[in-house]
């Protein structure tokens, strides 16, 4: 696939991209150091996955289903086990299996479980509210099977990564009301700025998410 332009006008009012992560502690359920994207670290007691204080919010939605995966999520990955998962994507039947937890994401206030199978197999991202049933099982994750979060998650936004997919440049352009927002809430981290013609420019796998901006937004 060549690299292509995408010229667009857009109204912003993107979602943040959350990349945080627990320094200490359990950050799931009990005492815990959290450091959240912005770089601001936190000190304190966490109720699944929230964090307990009452001087600042980080905008958790406290109706989402799932969230009670996130402690024993937590474990399974810090502890390298294996869990045993019943998943029914929207619109298909739900599949029961058993599976390796890597990392865990939080992408537009929905938090994420990265598995996969077998050792340099397909990447699963499975949305903690798609699942039915979890069980945190006493077999360990094999020692060969590794995963690179930074560089699977790098070249996209959001969290699906296409099989297929190449980075391409993207250029958007907005209008001067908009410009600044964009400008300093950069849609991804390749974000190139042109002030004088109110347009950015990104290096992106192209997915869904990225689509779905460009659609609501253009």
């Known amino acids: 696939m060549k690299n292509r332009l995408r010229t667009l006008i ?12 627990c320094l200490s502690g359990d950050c799931a ?3 815990g150091i959290w450091k959240d994207a912005s770089g601001i670290i936190y000190k ?4 699944n996955g929230t964090i307990q204080s009452k001087i600042i919010d980080w905008g958790n ?13 937590y474990s399974a990955v810090s502890q390298r086990k294996q869990i045993k998962m019943t998943y029914t994507p929207f619109g298909k039947e ?14 537009n206030n929905r938090w994420f479980v990265v598995s996969l199978l077998e050792k340099d197999g397909f990447v699963f991202v499975n949305a903690f509210d798609r699942i039915d049933n979890l069980v945190v099982l006493d077999t360990e994750i094999p020692k060969d099977i590794t995963f690179d ?6 070249p996209i936004v959001g969290v699906s990564r296409p099989m297929d997919g190449e980075i391409e440049e993207i ?8 410009y600044p927002y964009v400008k300093t809430k950069p849609i991804h981290h390749s974000q190139k700025n042109y002030d004088d013609e ?12 990225l689509e779905n901006i460009i659609q609501v937004y253009s």
């Open 29 to 31: 359920n009990g005492t």
């Open 198 to 209: 109110c347009k950015v420019k990104i290096r992106v796998i192209r997915n869904r998410e």
């Open 44 to 47: 304190g007691e966490f109720r």
């Open 149 to 154: 979060a930074e560089e699977y998650f790098d």
């Open 171 to 178: 250029e958007i352009q907005f209008t001067p009301d908009t």
């Open 61 to 73: 939605n406290e109706f989402y289903k799932g969230k009670e995966y996130l402690g024993p999520l």
């Open 94 to 107: 739900p599949k029961t299996f058993i599976t390796n937890p890597v990392y865990l994401k939080q992408y």
């Open 10 to 21: 857009v109204v912003l009012s993107f979602s943040p991209i959350m990349s945080a992560q």
